[in-house]
């Protein structure tokens, strides 16, 4: 079974600053993709950055880098230069290379002030 | 390209009432799912679909939820009767099916029973 924890319920920050979204994972299966999504208060869930567990570099999107430590199970998501639009819920998620289904971690609210 | 087309966007209805949701995947894309998402928290994986079978359903509550993909394209979530536990959001996705590309999700229909 896969178990994905997000352990900051909600997080503040200033506009322009640098946030750290941690996630945690358990999994058995030795080969497994790790996704981040954005899920803005309109409701559609946005894909923002892929982490393979077999990589040997972090991922990295634009402004969305994943700090991926793979000993510890931890992927945590780090959002550069925040902005207003980037106020949303933000969800962890995880699949195993013989399951389509992904499990999704409980998320992360955040809110940038200007 | 357009993305995952979900329909309704909201849905209000009496408990004990019928309701379908329709979705249209991604063009090309011949793996759907239907995810449940309950307020704050995580979807979760009612039913995958590869072109028109149902190749997941383990999650699905059988006894009042029902799903089809005819000719492995569209596919229509139905419950019925509605009780006052389904208010939430309904969430399809389509991907290819693939490697690990990501599953990418429409904006969701919102279900609230009265």
């Known amino acids: 079974a896969q178990k994905i924890t997000q352990t900051q319920p909600g997080m503040f920050v200033q506009e322009k600053e640098a946030v750290t979204l941690d996630c945690t994972y358990d999994?058995?299966?030795?080969?497994?993709?790790l996704f981040w999504y954005k899920q803005p208060s309109s409701g559609e869930m946005i894909f923002l950055i892929y982490q393979g567990s077999y990589d040997q570099q972090n991922a990295t999107e634009g402004r969305y880098s994943l700090n991926f430590q793979k000993a510890r199970k931890s992927a945590n998501l780090v959002i550069s230069a925040s902005q207003l639009g980037d106020s949303a819920m933000y969800f962890c998620a995880m699949r195993s290379s013989n399951d389509y289904k992904l499990s999704f971690g409980a998320g992360t609210t955040v809110t940038v002030r200007a | 390209e357009a993305g995952v087309v979900q329909s309704p966007r909201y849905k209000i209805i009496e408990k004990k009432q019928p309701v379908a949701f329709w979705c249209n995947p991604i063009s090309g894309h011949n793996t759907l799912y239907w995810y449940l998402q309950n307020l704050g928290q995580g979807p979760e994986l009612l039913i995958r679909y590869e072109n028109e079978e149902a190749v997941d359903d383990s999650q699905l509550p059988k006894d009042r939820f029902s799903a089809e993909r005819l000719k492995g394209v569209d596919s229509t979530l139905k419950i019925q009767p509605a009780e006052l536990g389904d208010s939430a959001v309904y969430l399809c996705?389509?991907?290819?099916?693939?490697?690990?590309?990501?599953?990418?999700f429409g904006d969701g229909t919102r279900l609230s029973i009265l």
């Open positions: 999994t058995s299966d030795p080969s497994y993709g």
């Open positions: 996705a389509s991907s290819l099916g693939q490697g690990w590309e990501p599953q990418h």
